[in-house]
């Protein structure tokens, strides 16, 4: 079945940086579009990046332009959400998720837009 495993949160202070990643297994990651969402204390879902199956296309929510960089290798079958200049409003839980084909042109917080999540991995900004 299919399973995403997320690591690497943790707590870090403004300004630093911290690299999730998710391990993929039970289907082929290659063909699929993978998204980082995120849902801060709360609040509700907030779509943070895409990638798509190759890993030649991304996109990125307009906070985070400029400080987080998804990539994927699909020779791992691994997605990676390296974020850097991290800012207390961060601070939540990241998801890995996988993009359902037939909801891909769903908006991006929308939940049916994704149909396999991971267990998630908490991020803590603050000093």
């Known amino acids: 079945q299919v399973q995403l495993v997320e690591s690497g949160g943790g707590l870090v202070q403004p300004g630093g940086s911290l690299r999730l990643s998710c391990a993929a297994s039970?289907?082929?990651?290659?063909?699929?579009?993978m998204s980082w969402v995120r849902q801060a204390p709360g609040k509700g879902l907030e779509w943070v990046s895409d990638?798509?199956?190759?890993?030649?296309?991304?996109s990125y929510e307009d906070s985070v332009k400029g400080r987080f960089t998804i990539s994927r290798d699909n020779a791992k079958n691994m997605l990676y959400l390296q974020m850097n200049s991290l800012e207390p409003e961060d601070t939540a839980v990241y998801y890995c998720t996988r993009v359902d084909p037939g909801q891909i042109y769903t908006e991006y917080d929308d939940e049916r837009r994704y149909d396999h999540w991971g267990q998630g991995t908490r991020v803590t900004v603050s000093s």
């Open positions: 039970g289907f082929t990651f290659s063909r699929y579009y």
């Open positions: 990638i798509s199956g190759g890993g030649g296309g991304s």
